[in-house]
C-alpha cells in the first residue's frame, strides 16, 4: 500500500463521515483522527493512550529525541499544549503487517508549514503510535526547543540540579560560544552550589562552593551558558552510567542500554537535545564510552591543558576535563574555548593496530574498519604486542585503584556501605594495593608513555572507541564487569599516556551506535578534529 490524499476532513476536529478506501484500516483511520482530535484540544490523557507504553517509544522534535512513553507523557503534561494546525495532505505507506507509516503535511495560522511523520503498529488489537517525528518550517522551533528543555529538565535521572529560568551562570555576551547551553557534570564547583559526585553522602558533607571552576569559566568566558549540573556515576569510577541513587539516564539512541559513565548526566542532557555542549571529566573512559554508546561526539583533552581548578577529581594522574556535543563544529568552538592558545601539535597520518581492533566484538570491528575507510587519509599498520598490551593495562589498574583510594578512601571507609557494591569494592580494591606494587606499575607506565610518544609522533592512533555496544539496562553485573574490562583495555591507552583522544559516530553496521577513536600526541586535541573533519 502507497497512498498520497488530500487530508480528509480539512479540520482534524471533524472525524470523516465514512470510511476512506486510501485507509488500510477503519480502526487506524479512526485511531489517526482521535490522534489530530486530542492534540488541538490538548488532551493529554488520550494523547498518552495512542502512544505505546513502552520504554522504547520514540517522539523526535528537531534535533532532539525523547525516549521511552514516560518522558514523552512528561512532556506532554508540562507543555501546556501544540500551536494549532491544519493538514493538508496525508501520505500513507505499508511497512508490513500491522505497522503503517503516516505523513501529514499542515499549515498553521500564521502561514508557517510542518510535516508530522508516525509509525502506527497495531499492539494487542489497537493502533497506537511507536514512533513519531514533528518539524516545522518556522515559528513552533523555539517552542519545540522549549519542550524539549523542559522535558529534560524535569528528568530526575539526567539532572541533579535542573535548568531553570534562566541560567546557572550566563556566559559573557558575544563570545563564540554565544547561545550554546551546557550541562557540567557533577564533579565541578559552580559558585553557589556544592559539588554532589554522584552519591547523597558526599553532597550531604559538600560545603557551597565559592568559585567556577577553571573550565567552566573557559566556556562561559567564550559565551556559552550553564544550565544545569548533570548527574555522575558515584564518585565517577565507573563506565557503566548506572546510580543506585539517582536512576540511570535516558540513552535516546539506543533505547533501553546503559548511556555510559561516568560522565553519564552530561552524555543524556546532550543527546536529548536539552543541552548543547556536556562538560565532563575522562579518567579511564569517562568521556569516551559515553561519546560512544549515545551517538555523540567526544574529546578527552591532553591531560593537564585544561585547568583542574576546581574539579573533584578520582586519580590525579590521569584525570582530564572533555567535552561531548552532538556534532563536531561544535567540539571544536568548545574545545578550543577549553584548550591553550599556544600553537598546537599537528597530526597528519593515520595507523592502526590489528591488535587493538581484535579486543572489539566483530560488529564493532566491522564498524570501526568502515568509519576509518570514510576518512580521506592514508592509513598503515603497526605492530602493538597483545601481551605488552595487557602488562600496561595491568600496571594501569594498579595505579588508578591506588590513586582512588588515596583520593577517596576517607570517605570509602565512613559511607562505604551506601555505595553501589561493585563501585565499593574498586575502591577497596585500591587500599590493598601495596607502594611497591604501585612504584613496579609506575615505571611501566614510564616506559608505556616512551613508546607510544615515540609510535605517534605526527601519527594518530586508530581504534574502537569501546568493545562492544552498550549492555542493557537491565544487564547483570557480570556482564558489565565483562563489558567494562574489555573497553579498559582499549581506553587505558590514552589514559595511561596522558594523551588526548576524540570519539566520533562510526556509520551504523548494526542496530546500535558505536565510536571510532582517534589518539593522538600530546598538545594534538584540535588536530585530531580536523582529522575528522576533513
Given at each position: ?513 558505536a565510536g571510532l577513536s582517534l589518539i593522538g600526541p600530546p598538545g594534538s ?10
Amino acid at each position: 500500500m502507497s497512498t498520497t490524499m488530500i487530508a480528509d476532513p480539512p479540520s482534524p476536529l471533524e472525524e470523516p463521515l465514512g470510511p476512506n478506501p486510501a485507509w488500510p484500516d477503519r480502526e487506524l483511520e479512526r485511531a489517526f483522527w482521535r490522534y489530530e482530535t486530542a492534540l488541538m484540544a490538548d488532551d493529554v490523557a488520550a494523547l498518552d493512550d495512542l502512544f505505546a507504553a513502552s520504554t522504547t517509544t520514540l517522539r523526535s522534535t528537531g534535533g532532539a529525541t525523547l525516549v521511552g512513553h514516560a518522558h514523552i507523557a512528561r512532556m506532554r503534561a508540562a507543555r501546556g499544549g501544540a500551536p494549532q494546525r491544519r493538514l493538508t495532505r496525508v501520505h500513507l505507506r505499508n511497512l508490513g503487517p500491522g505497522c503503517t507509516l503516516v505523513v501529514a503535511e499542515s499549515i498553521r495560522p500564521t502561514g508557517s508549514t510542518g510535516v508530522q511523520t508516525q509509525v502506527w503498529e497495531l499492539l494487542e488489537g489497537r493502533w497506537q503510535v511507536t514512533a513519531a517525528h514533528v518539524s516545522s518550517d518556522g515559528p513552533g522551533e523555539e517552542w519545540r526547543a522549549a519542550t524539549i528543555r523542559l522535558l529534560s529538565g524535569s528528568d530526575s535521572t539526567i539532572w541533579r540540579v535542573p535548568p531553570g529560568s534562566s541560567p546557572l551562570v550566563s556566559g559573557r555576551p558575544g563570545g563564540p560560544l554565544t547561545g550554546a547551553s551546557v550541562a557540567v557534570k557533577d564533579l565541578f564547583a559552580i559558585a553557589g552550589q556544592q559539588i554532589g559526585g554522584g552519591t547523597p553522602a558526599w553532597l550531604a558533607q559538600a560545603p557551597t562552593e565559592q568559585r567556577h571552576a577553571a573550565a567552566v569559566e573557559l566556556l562561559t568566558q567564550a559565551g556559552a551558558d550553564v544550565i544545569g549540573i548533570a548527574h555522575t556515576d558515584e564518585l565517577a569510577f565507573s563506565l557503566a552510567g548506572t546510580n543506585i541513587h539517582y536512576g540511570t539516564p535516558p540513552n535516546p539512541a539506543a533505547p533501553g542500554r546503559i548511556p555510559g559513565g561516568s560522565t553519564s548526566g552530561p552524555a543524556a542532557a546532550v543527546a536529548t537535545g536539552a543541552a548543547t555542549i556536556g562538560l565532563g571529566t575522562d579518567t579511564a573512559g569517562s568521556i569516551r564510552v559515553p561519546a560512544a554508546y549515545c551517538g555523540l561526539y567526544g574529546l578527552r583533552t591532553t591531560h593537564d591543558d585544561v585547568p583542574r581548578r576546581g574539579l573533584l577529581g578520582l586519580a590525579p594522574s590521569f584525570d582530564t576535563v572533555g567535552v561531548l556535543t552532538r556534532d563536531i563544529a561544535t567540539l571544536r568552538a568548545a574545545s578550543a574555548a577549553l584548550l591553550p592558545t599556544s600553537a598546537p601539535t599537528a597530526v597528519t597520518r593515520l595507523i592502526f593496530a590489528p591488535a587493538l581492533l581484535a579486543l572489539a566484538e566483530q560488529e564493532t570491528q566491522t564498524a570501526t574498519i568502515a568509519a576509518l575507510r570514510a576518512i580521506p587519509a592514508d592509513v598503515s599498520q603497526v605492530h602493538l604486542d597483545p601481551e605488552e598490551l595487557e602488562t600496561w593495562f595491568t600496571a594501569f589498574r594498579i595505579v588508578q585503584q591506588a590513586e582512588a583510594w588515596a583520593m577517596h578512601g576517607g570517605f570509602v571507609s565512613h559511607h562505604g556501605e551506601s555505595l553501589d557494591p561493585a563501585v565499593r569494592e574498586r575502591f577497596r580494591t585500591g587500599a590493598q594495593v601495596s607502594a611497591q606494587a604501585v612504584t613496579s606499575a609506575r615505571t611501566v607506565l614510564d616506559h608505556a608513555r616512551d613508546q607510544l610518544r615515540d609510535l605517534l609522533d605526527d601519527a594518530a592512533l586508530a581504534l574502537p572507541t569501546t568493545s562492544a555496544p552498550a549492555p542493557v539496562r537491565d544487564a547483570s553485573e557480570e556482564e558489565i564487569a565483562t563489558a567494562r574490562a574489555g573497553t579498559l583495555r582499549l581506553t587505558c591507552l590514552a589514559s595511561l599516556a596522558g594523551f588526548p583522544q576524540v570519539s566520533a559516530p562510526t556509520p551504523r553496521v548494526g542496530p546500535l551506535p558505536a565510536g571510532l577513536s582517534l589518539i593522538g600526541p600530546p598538545g594534538s586535541d584540535l588536530s585530531l578534529l580536523d582529522m575528522l573533519d576533513r
